[in-house]
């Protein structure tokens, strides 16, 4: 995996919302390779008001996975949150956007909620550096 610094990244509302789902989703107990899937499959929908949150059934997210893969016209897969997501970031992924996700996630913030707290542009194709994500990215102290 590439080395990149915080400098050399740029995060847009795609990469967050694919990785909270993600470090959401291992958060809850889903093997690596499930949480990076579902991951995938809520960026290619959007930020639907039921990912992310208790409640959603195994059929929802089905039905949205289908959709989605509809939608790209190929079918969704970890490898494909890989070469999206965490291949785009090299090492910065690993060494800090996934563990601050986990975090947020952790701290039982919402995906619009994680998106106010780093305040990414509601602007579309909005972008942050790395190191903004990295300053903003502080889970409030409850």
Same mark, same amino acid.
């Given at each position: 995996?590439? #080395?990149?610094?915080?400098? $050399?990244?740029?995060?847009?509302?795609?990469?967050?919302?694919?990785?909270?789902?993600?470090?959401?989703?291992?958060?809850?107990?889903? $093997?690596?390779?499930?949480?990076?899937?579902?991951?995938?499959?809520?960026?290619?929908?959007?930020?639907?008001?039921?990912?992310?949150?208790?409640?959603?059934?195994?059929?929802?997210?089905? %039905? $949205?996975?289908?959709?989605?893969?509809?939608?790209?016209?190929?079918?969704?897969?970890?490898?494909?949150?890989?070469?999206?997501?965490?291949? #785009?970031?090299?090492?910065?992924?690993? %060494?800090?956007?996934?563990?601050?996700?986990?975090?947020?996630?952790?701290?039982?913030?919402?995906?619009? %909620?994680?998106?106010?707290?780093?305040?990414?542009?509601?602007?579309?194709?909005a972008k942050l550096s790395g190191e903004k994500f990295k300053e903003r990215a502080v889970a409030p102290k409850?």
């Amino acid at each position: 995996m590439a #080395k990149k610094t915080a400098d $050399d990244v740029s995060i847009g509302k795609f990469d967050i919302l694919a990785t909270y789902t993600y470090a959401k989703g291992l958060l809850d107990g889903l $093997d690596a390779e499930e949480a990076r899937e579902r991951g995938m499959v809520a960026a290619v929908m959007g930020a639907k008001a039921k990912l992310g949150r208790p409640g959603g059934t195994t059929k929802d997210y089905h %039905e $949205d996975k289908s959709a989605a893969e509809k939608k790209k016209k190929s079918t969704i897969t970890a490898a494909s949150f890989d070469r999206q997501v965490a291949d #785009k970031m090299g090492t910065y992924f690993e %060494e800090t956007f996934l563990p601050a996700l986990k975090k947020l996630a952790g701290a039982g913030l919402s995906y619009d %909620e994680v998106k106010r707290l780093v305040k990414i542009p509601r602007v579309w194709g909005a972008k942050l550096s790395g190191e903004k994500f990295k300053e903003r990215a502080v889970a409030p102290k409850k």
